[in-house]
């Protein structure tokens, strides 16, 4: 309630009159659909700089959700929520072709 009021006490024809600062606020160019269909440089900036948000975000995701750095398990012991990564691929990429389906076997086990 307190900040509706401070809202709605801005009425100053300097605000919203004519003249007024919120007539010269438009949107810029270049942002709305009609705008970019007329500038036709700005749409493969549009294409890439989306391309390269889109990459970013599906990175940050599997970096929260596939990494070991980040526990959503919550236990306490870090060798429980490691043993999910027993036998698995973790990196993204296997160019030599590894098997990770026996790897796991052929490392010394510490917490016996």
Not at 8 to 25: E, M, Q, T, W
Not at 33 to 60: D, E, N, R, W
Request: aromatic fraction near 14%.
């Amino acid at each position: 309630m307190f900040l509706s009021k401070i809202l709605n006490a801005a009425d100053h024809p300097y605000l919203f009159g004519p003249g007024s600062r919120k007539l010269n606020n438009k949107p810029m160019s270049g942002l709305s659909v009609k705008s970019l269909k007329h500038h036709t440089a700005l749409q493969p900036l549009f294409i890439i700089m989306g391309g390269g948000i889109i990459f970013v975000v599906s990175y940050c995701f599997r970096l929260a959700s596939k990494t070991t750095d980040i526990n959503w398990s919550k236990s306490k012991d870090l060798g429980d929520h490691m043993g999910y990564y027993d036998n698995r691929q973790f990196k993204w990429f296997n160019p030599k072709g590894a098997d990770y389906s026996k790897m796991s076997e052929a490392r010394p086990q510490y917490r016996d």
